[in-house]
């Protein structure tokens, strides 16, 4: 299937990070691109690039084949309902970023031939630095195409459906999770002698390094870690510190918490 038009609904933070995304991907012109929200004066930037902006979802859907559903989960229910007349199988792929809602539930409240992949991106999508997860059929016409508009705007993995509350937690809430650390790097930056923005910088940085060693050489963190950790050195001694105070189990504490709390946000 060919792209014309997308078409997002409920273009909050999520929505419009992944508009930006597809605007500077060049993956869609402005005016292929309909953004949908009840308040379009938070729109004015996206209706000055030349972006279409409305406050009517249904319209929204008529000029477009593509649809992202991004919705707060529960709104997801009546968004759907609203929609249900004018979602047409034969012309429609939905793509929903909801959090929680299952397929079947789409289904449920919309027509079952309709072809639906769940996606997961976060943030970064808004400078094409996204990872994404789907679910869906993975062999379809929709998984195809869907993979090929998040490939624009950053890396995708296709898993199981079961496993989107996972990837909930550590792609879409992750990105929190990393900044915070950032975060407490540059604090400690300051503690020990460095202005505020320099230490920010540094940490920064060093994060960035750190991430895109792994994503270019295919290497365990640990294998990184151990080159850069000599006996009695100052690394192992500050790594050790962080570990006696709980730093790995935190983490990981904080994305099974996230996971779980994914999983409780769609009621039926």
Known sequence: ?????????????????????????????????????????????????????????SEAVTQANVIILAVEPHHANNVLQELKPVLNPEKHILI?????????????????????????????????????CLAGAEKS???????????CVGETVVIREDQMGSATALAACGIAFFLRSIRAAS?????????????????????RGAASLLVRTGNHPEREIDRVTTPMGCTIAGLNQMEHEGFSSAMIKGIVTSAGKAEQLYRD
């Open 1 to 57: 299937m060919s792209i014309n038009t997308i078409a997002i609904i409920g273009a909050g933070n999520l929505g419009c990070s992944i508009a930006d995304g597809l605007l500077a991907s060049s993956f869609v012109e402005p005016k292929q691109l309909t953004l949908s929200k009840r308040n379009t004066d938070k729109l004015n930037r996206f209706l000055e690039l030349g972006c279409n902006i409305t406050s009517n979802n």
């Open 96 to 132: 929903s970023v909801i959090t929680g809602l299952a397929i079947r539930n789409i289904q449920h409240n919309t027509q079952e031939t309709l072809p639906i992949v769940r996606a997961m991106p976060n943030t970064a999508i808004a400078i094409r630095e996204s990872m994404t």
């Open 187 to 207: 604090q400690g930056g300051i503690q020990i002698g460095f202005h505020a923005d320099v230490a920010l910088k540094i940490a920064s940085q060093t994060a």
């Open 141 to 151: 016409a929709a998984m195809k195409l869907a993979e090929e508009i998040f490939n």
